[in-house]
């Protein structure tokens, strides 16, 4: 059976940086009752604290983070990158662990988001572009959705080799 990533906010867990959690979700409680879900929160997993302080990504994006031309920082500029690398890497563990080919992450996280992010100003607004554990699943080849592409993902689940 397919395995399936997903960000363990998404799962009703307090871990956001702000001590919330979102859901909960149909297609998400359907998976997890078959078996499929590994959750994770990269930002937990990597060593941070729960609530912690909002990061952000100036002038890059998870890319550039995991290439070392970008970091993750605080809004006092406290450097988080390690954590977040750390934390992707564990993912990618998961992935390897598991043989996941998709993903599901939360969207707009510095971590987790696939399509969108925060500009590093914390000023709200968002830019396209992918967090740091995004990036790294992406490039290892994985499928990665987020909480507004549940449709999506279960097509792409559908479409997977048995
Ligand atoms: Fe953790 Fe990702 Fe959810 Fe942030 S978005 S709380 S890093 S699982």
């Known amino acids: 059976m397919h395995k399936i990533l ?7 867990h307090r871990v ?3 001590g919330g959690a979102s ?18 929160c990269p930002e937990v997993a990597g060593g941070l604290p729960t609530p912690r302080p909002a990061a952000e990504i100036p002038g890059g994006q998870g ?26 890497h ?25 399509l ?4 590093g ?3 709200g607004v968002k830019v396209a572009g992918e967090g740091v554990t995004a990036a790294l699943l992406k490039r290892h080849g994985v499928q990665v959705f987020s909480e507004l592409e549940l449709a999506e ?8 080799p048995a």
């Not at 859901?23 to 994770?40: I, K, S």
């Open 90 to 114: 564990l993912a990618l563990e998961q992935v390897r662990l598991h043989g996941i080919r998709i993903a599901v992450l939360k969207a707009n996280s510095p971590s987790c988001g696939n």
């Open 63 to 88: 890319a550039e983070v995991l290439d070392g031309q970008a970091r993750v920082l605080t809004e006092t500029g406290e450097d988080v990158s390690p954590e977040f690398l750390h934390g992707a």
């Open 16 to 18: 956001r940086y702000d």
């Open 23 to 40: 859901g909960p979700f149909d297609q998400l409680a359907v998976w997890l009752a078959e078996g499929r879900v590994v959750g994770l």
């Open 153 to 160: 993902a279960a097509r792409a689940l559908a479409n997977l």
């Open 6 to 12: 997903v960000s363990r906010c998404l799962l009703g």
């Open 116 to 119: 969108l992010t925060y500009d």
């Open 121 to 123: 100003t914390f000023s």
